[in-house]
């Protein structure tokens, strides 16, 4: 596999699991928003801040793809 292949697998792979962590973010903060119990809240924002470094962490590596792509080159 040439390395402009392993980059387009990275970007493909990192978009999709970003664009999953989004939903997962949408759902958790739904569900945090009817959230009544104390617990539950804290729970969920705890899950929340989780998700929220996942999702900067996958736009880290989309970010940083493209310089990869052109240093392949």
């Known amino acids: 596999m040439s390395k402009t292949d392993c980059a387009n697998n ?8 970003l ?3 989004d939903e997962f973010i949408a759902i958790t903060q739904s569900k945090l928003n ?3 119990s104390d617990f539950t809240r804290d729970s969920l924002t ?3 801040a989780g ?3 996942q999702r900067e962490t996958y736009r880290a590596v989309l970010a940083a793809v493209p310089a990869v792509t052109a240093l392949a080159a």
């Open 51 to 53: 998700l929220t470094e």
């Open 46 to 48: 705890d899950l929340l």
């Open 34 to 36: 009817g959230a009544t």
């Open 10 to 17: 990275i970007f493909a792979s990192a978009s999709l699991h």
């Open 19 to 21: 664009d999953v962590v």
